[in-house]
């Protein structure tokens, strides 16, 4: 399986920053990803809904789904309609990452790394395919926008994956806590608008996120 | 309780109805809605679809409660009561004379130990829309969508042991040929037939035609009748819109395919409606229930695989039994249950099948510690166990959480046993091992041992376990003590094999006990016992002589085809991973430094022989830890160098520790206190915490780690029992970082006196004051700096 996952996105999870890996470690990334092809089961599924502002709340047009949080509201200002999506690489990977956890710490963090890239990978995958279905019809995609970014809850996750469907249609499910299981799963969601999103926002997810100390922040190098 | 069959009849052809989810979605059902939430705002429009389903010849109509458990339900703000009554209302008055099935669908929850829904709560959830139903008079019980063994397994308890309803049960696979959580058909099958449903299939996920093989392998194993409800199709997107693309009439036409493969129970899943049934009504009036030819086999199951025995040999690892072993023993004692995993592991890469399992020792809970050992062990590999104890309280709390198809160890030809037991393995769908011995003891004869192995596989039959879930133990004697006893075992079990007809086992190194060289006198005695025909040693796999004998004796009975096996165990290519520059004598320092871990123990073994303990820790261990420590602080290493060091003097430390232990009796020397560690409630991320145990062991510090997902009076409670004066609590989510802040409180209110340092990628100095915390610990090296700074 083609994953075109981010080797420095593996490296900057590791806590490298733009260093260079040593050979031993360099082995054992590319011996977790061989083996991540083999048990990631890769599923997603998104849908596109018109959005509808309604003294000051948005909706997505004919569900369930209220967006609370001004960054959500910000990000989606200029669109018409929302793309939600969800995908996980299921359990076995989850699996493996807990057996290591058990035998081989460094593996297990270096596996937890490479899966985390994977997901994100799988993420550009969904998101280049919802772009070039909105493309056809005329609208540019906004970044993507998950729940807990900013102040946009994470307790929504629940509702979207309800309005999804996600524990029929791809296992993922969401604890009371609003944690997604498999752990190596995403949500988020994805403006359409007429006019070509301005370059600042299009990378905007650290810049919008409170937690300035993030090991992972993006310096925006 | 016992199945009240008297509404439904399996030996016909049963035609349950088709969709409402999507039924109801072309009439206005919005994404994320709840769909039961309609049996009491729009019953009509229910009770419509199923009237639909009714005239189109639906013997059995299911209930709108898919989603009506108290998860779902709890976001509307409705009870499970009114929903489910009011669902069976609807139902009753669409279809007045046809049979009415309570739907349970899965509780949208996953499951220990990845999700966080342990099967305790599973089952009451369960147990809640099981009562509901029946006490509102359903007709039967119809548990489907089940793609998580252990959810189902969690359902069929609670259906079974809250109603007598007859019970079927569906599970979903995808177009790989397993569910989501990797179960595979047999496995499904074996599990499932096992718990005592009265029917059993697939349903959901796949159309008619992606589903036959796995139709077809469930066909081939299923003792009782087989359903089927797939999709109209797989789903495809037209326009925005999940489309289901096969029509009735093609529908019918696989309808009619699975029906001459020997599925009895037909309906339709996502996508159909009253056409689909209409037209399989129409099919099935042509044909008659066909009747498989059913492997019978003895096999045993993990969440994910099956165990056949039989014709190969399977061999069933011994090794986590403390009888003997003084290690063991003592993790046992101390609640290690990391080493018992460990062993589990060990065994598993050596070639083992199956895993024995006894914790029996009498100073400790060995109900507590059994089901603890089980459920990790089953997290960690999935090899099928083998629940050991001379308890039934023990034995029956196991099988119950154990997420398959469990081997009981063991039942002998005792009456009083055997009342105790069957009844047990019985309910848990478990296979047993049945000791050839009675109230008389061992009979001396291969002829007497025949008897009690008949004996215990008939009354096993009264009990309805099948002779397949019978694996009869001859017993091996010692050939120091009785040598001529040595032969009977052996005549034994080629008597019982042909007679009965069952699979054997035996405790091989039994036999060598008194005598030198036992290694020799069990192989030899296992080559003999293979050739009269065991099928399941239990032996020690980690005996590279014992899985030799194994190895060679499955190619030389053509078991191991093309000697597949026999050639990759021993062609000289070992797989290697990941080379490693095999550099010249490294000092202990600069294996530490380079994380070269495989070389630790030995170099450290090495070095006791002329330093003291205390002195390795001291010159090489802290000093090379320091060093690594200040490297990783200034950039000039990272994380999984880091981790690797300190994975390296963990290895080094099990070494010293060994030593203090054997010479001084305790290890009091080198120990810098107790730390208690948990990954709080309802977080399951527990890799931080991983890396701030072994760092905080790698200082001296003893872990006591609660593991994830730990409730707040866990944690009160075991900082009591072992007197904590410091804790670590981990959240990764701002979500359970309230459960962290609980736990404090909780801490507090009690009045401990133990200092709490929490840690997460949520948290900041800032943050951990005001959640009460003592202490921020930023990485696993500040923690280090914090416990030193408590215990200093």
């Not at chain 2, 397993?178 to 595979?184: A, E, F, Q, V």
């Given at each position: 399986m083609r994953m075109n996952i981010d080797y420095d996105e593996i490296l900057s999870y590791l806590g490298y920053k733009g260093h260079q890996a040593d050979k031993n470690t360099e082995d054992l990334i590319s011996h977790c990803l061989a083996e991540l092809r083999t048990l990631a089961r890769e599923k997603y599924v998104y849908d596109i809904f018109k959005l509808t502002s309604n003294e000051g709340s948005l909706s997505l047009e004919a569900s369930i789904l209220t967006l609370t949080g001004r960054d959500i509201k910000n990000h989606l200002r200029h669109s018409e309609r929302a793309a939600v999506m969800a995908v996980t690489l299921g359990l076995e990977v989850e699996r493996q990452i807990a057996y290591y956890s058990k035998t081989d710490l460094t593996k297990g963090v270096i596996m937890d790394a490479c899966a985390s890239a994977a997901v994100e990978a799988l993420c550009d995958r969904v998101e280049a395919e919802i772009r070039s279905r909105a493309f056809s019809q005329g609208f540019y995609l906004t970044s993507r926008f998950s729940p807990?970014?900013?102040?946009?809850?994470?307790?929504i996750q629940a509702a979207v994956a309800a309005v999804l469907d996600t524990h029929r249609k791809i296992g993922l499910t969401v604890t009371?806590?609003?944690?997604?299981?498999?752990?190596k799963s995403v949500t988020a969601l994805i403006g359409l608008q007429r006019e070509r999103p301005d370059q600042l926002c299009s990378d905007s997810k650290c810049e919008a996120c409170f937690k300035q100390d993030c090991e992972f922040r993006r310096d925006g190098n | 309780m016992e199945t009240d069959m008297s509404k439904i009849d399996f030996s016909h052809f049963i035609l349950f109805d088709g969709a409402m989810g999507t039924m109801l979605q072309t009439r206005g059902l919005q994404p994320?809605?709840?769909?039961?939430s309609y049996n009491l705002l729009q019953p009509h429009l229910i009770e419509q679809i199923q009237r639909a389903y009714a005239d189109a010849g639906a013997d059995i109509i299911t209930t709108?409660?898919?989603?009506?458990?108290r998860f779902k339900l709890g976001r509307g703000g409705y009870s499970v009561e009114e929903i489910v009554a009011a669902a069976i209302r609807i139902a009753r008055r669409a279809a007045p004379d046809k049979l009415v099935a309570l739907d349970i669908g899965p509780s949208g929850q996953l499951m220990q130990p990845?999700?966080?829904?342990s099967l305790a709560e599973a089952y009451d959830i369960f147990a809640e829309q099981v009562i509901a139903g029946s006490s509102a008079g359903a007709d039967l019980i119809l548990i489907e969508t089940m793609s998580d063994i252990y959810e189902a397994k969690a359902a069929v308890l609670a259906a079974k042991e809250n109603s007598n309803l007859p019970l079927l049960v569906t599970v979903s696979f995808q177009a790989d040929g397993?569910?989501?959580?990797?179960?595979?058909p047999l496995t499904m099958v074996n599990i499932l037939q096992g718990l005592g449903v009265d029917a059993l299939g697939i349903n959901c996920s796949l159309g008619p035609k992606e589903m036959l093989p796995v139709v077809e392998e469930i066909v081939k194993y299923s003792r009782v009748p087989v359903m089927a409800q797939p999709n109209a199709g797989m789903p495809k997107v037209v326009e925005g819109q999940t489309v289901f693309d096969i029509g009735p009439e093609e529908f019918a036409s696989y309808a009619r395919i699975m029906a001459e493969l020997g599925v009895t129970i037909l309906g339709g899943c996502c996508g159909t409606n009253p056409g689909h049934i209409k037209a399989i009504r129409a099919k099935l009036t042509t044909l008659k229930p066909a009747q498989p030819d059913i492997e019978k086999l003895t096999a045993v199951s993990s969440s994910t695989g099956t165990v056949v025995l039989g014709p190969g040999i399977n061999v069933i690892g011994?090794?986590?039994?403390?009888?003997?072993k003084k290690q063991l023993k003592e993790a046992i004692e101390r609640g290690d249950i990391d080493y018992i995993v460990h062993q589990a592991i060990d065994q598993r890469d050596a070639g083992a099948q199956i895993l024995d399992v006894n914790v029996g020792l009498?100073?400790?809970d060995e109900k507590e510690v059994m089901v603890k050992a089980i459920r990790e062990i089953q997290t960690v590999v999935n090899t099928p166990l083998q629940i050991d104890s001379a308890r039934a309280d023990v034995i029956e709390a196991a099988a119950r959480i154990y997420n398959g198809k469990p081997l009981i160890n063991s039942v002998s030809g005792k009456r009083e046993e055997m009342e105790t037991l069957f009844p047990i393995v019985k309910k848990y769908g478990a296979a047993v091992i049945g000791l050839t011995l009675d109230e008389n003891g061992i009979p001396p004869t291969a002829e007497g041992r025949l008897q009690i192995a008949s004996n215990i596989v008939d009354t096993a039959c009264r009990y309805g376990?099948?002779?397949?879930d019978v694996i009869i133990d001859c017993l091996v004697l010692t050939a120091s003590a009785q040598q001529s006893q040595v032969q009977e075992t052996i005549k034994a079990v080629t008597l019982v094999k042909e007679k009965l007809g069952v699979k054997t086992t035996l405790?091989?190194?039994?036999?060598?006990?008194?005598?030198?060289?036992r290694r020799l006198l069990n192989r030899t005695f296992l080559a003999l016992a293979l050739q009269a025909g065991l099928d399941a040693p239990i032996i020690d796999p980690l005996d590279e002589d014992m899985m030799a004998t194994v190895r060679a004796f499955n190619v030389l009975k053509n078991y191991d085809r093309d000697a597949t096996v026999y050639i990759a165990a021993y062609s000289g290519v070992k797989e290697s991973p990941i080379p490693v520059i095999?550099?010249?004598?490294?000092?202990l320092n600069q294996i530490i430094i380079n994380g070269r871990k495989e070389k630790a123990a030995a170099k450290t073994a090495d070095l006791l022989k002329q330093l003291e303990p205390l002195a390795i820790v001291d010159q090489y261990l802290i000093p090379a830890l320091d060093d690594v420590g200040q490297r990783y602080e200034q950039g000039e290493i990272f994380l999984p160098q880091l981790i690797q060091a300190a994975e390296t003097v963990k290895s080094a430390f099990t070494v010293i520790r060994q030593q203090l232990q054997a010479s001084q009796g305790t290890c009091a020397a080198v120990d810098k206190g107790k730390i208690l560690l948990a990954t709080v409630?309802?977080?399951?991320?527990?890799i931080g915490k991983n890396i701030v145990k072994v760092l905080l062991e790698n200082y001296g510090f003893e872990v006591v780690d609660l593991g994830k997902d730990v409730p707040e009076q866990d944690v009160v409670r075991q900082v009591k029992q072992h007197n904590i004066r410091l804790v670590g609590l981990s959240a990764l989510m701002t979500t359970t970082v309230r459960s962290m802040e609980n736990t404090i409180r909780a801490l507090r209110a009690e009045g401990l006196d133990c200092q709490v340092m929490v840690g997460g990628a949520v948290l900041n100095e800032e943050y951990a004051q005001l959640i009460g915390a003592d202490y921020f610990g930023r990485d696993a090296r500040e923690a280090v700096k914090i416990a030193q700074q408590v215990f200093g």
């Open positions: 807990g970014y900013g102040d946009f809850p994470l307790e009371t806590n609003s944690l997604l299981i498999p752990r | 994320g809605e709840l769909p039961e709108n409660t898919f989603g009506a458990n990845y999700g966080t829904l397993r569910t989501l959580t990797g179960t595979d011994e090794r986590i039994n403390p009888t003997g009498p100073a400790i376990i099948p002779k397949e405790g091989v190194s039994n036999v060598s006990f008194g005598l030198p060289q095999d550099q010249a004598d490294l000092d409630r309802g977080d399951i991320h527990d």
